[in-house]
């Protein structure tokens, strides 16, 4: 079956604007996960999505940073007054229960803020 | 808080040795430990999962292991190929849920024909 998708995969934005950033996960997963990856560093929580369970933010950096999840499936991730420490690669991944919630990533969005 | 650490950084190694890449974590009160390998500009690429209640997991030629006690994961590469040079990461979650995992810097594993 398909596998996790992003879009866009690569995105540039003025410094200031804001930005949307889109994940399809797999079907029937019910947890949903976004991480960034900045040059040369690990991967950073972000946010969590279960289910209908209020989602864990303990991640956001800033309140420039939301998210949301729409019917259980896609989410979007909306950066407002793009900043250039901002840049970087936002991975999206999923899991479902009943398999250790292994989580299967997306091949990311690359976001350069200039 | 949780903290993860993959040691060594990077590794070098010609083809065919046999190698193991080092995850520490330091709260053993995990729910599971998954490994992951991370191909320059791409995505994460899931190899193996291990549960809290399991000690080994094996799939092809790799064999990930983990001790809760010493708060250690070990992922062994057996006949390493030039196709195995990636980034390989190890993520822990605590708690009893799907929650957040942490996830090391990785090791960057190059094999040398």
């Known amino acids: 079956g398909a596998g996790v998708s992003q879009s866009p995969s690569n995105k540039v934005t003025e410094k200031g604007k804001d930005v949307e950033l889109r994940c399809d996960p797999i079907?029937?997963?019910?947890?949903l996960y976004w991480y960034r990856q900045s040059l040369g560093q690990g991967l950073e929580f972000l946010i969590y999505?279960?289910?209908?369970?209020?989602?864990?933010k303990s991640g956001l950096p800033s309140d420039r940073f939301s998210a949301e999840r729409t019917g259980g499936s896609v989410s979007t991730l909306t950066i407002q007054r793009t900043q250039q420490e901002d840049s970087a690669v936002y991975l999206c991944?999923?899991?479902?229960?009943?398999?250790?919630?292994?989580?299967?990533f997306g091949p990311g969005t690359r976001l350069t803020v200039t | 808080k949780q903290e993860v650490t993959q040691i060594p950084a990077a590794l070098s190694v010609p083809e065919g040795e046999n190698l193991v890449l080092n995850c520490s974590f330091t709260?053993?009160?995990?729910?599971?430990l998954q490994w992951f390998r991370q191909d320059p500009g791409k995505g994460l690429t899931s190899l193996l999962l291990?549960?809290?209640?399991?000690r080994e997991q094996t799939s092809g030629r790799l064999n990930a292991s983990l001790d809760k006690s010493s708060g250690r994961s070990t992922l062994y590469i057996a006949a390493s190929q030039p196709g195995d040079s990636a980034t390989y990461l190890c993520?822990?979650?605590?708690?009893?849920?799907?929650?957040?995992?942490?996830f090391g810097d990785g090791t960057t594993l190059t094999v040398k024909p």
């Open positions: 991944a999923s899991s479902r229960p009943g398999h250790s919630y292994e989580q299967y």
């Open positions: 079907s029937g997963h019910t947890a």
């Open positions: 999505f279960q289910g209908n369970s209020a989602p864990d």
């Open positions: 709260d053993s009160a995990i729910y599971n």
């Open positions: 291990i549960q809290s209640s399991q």
């Open positions: 993520a822990v979650r605590v708690g009893t849920n799907a929650g957040k995992s942490t």
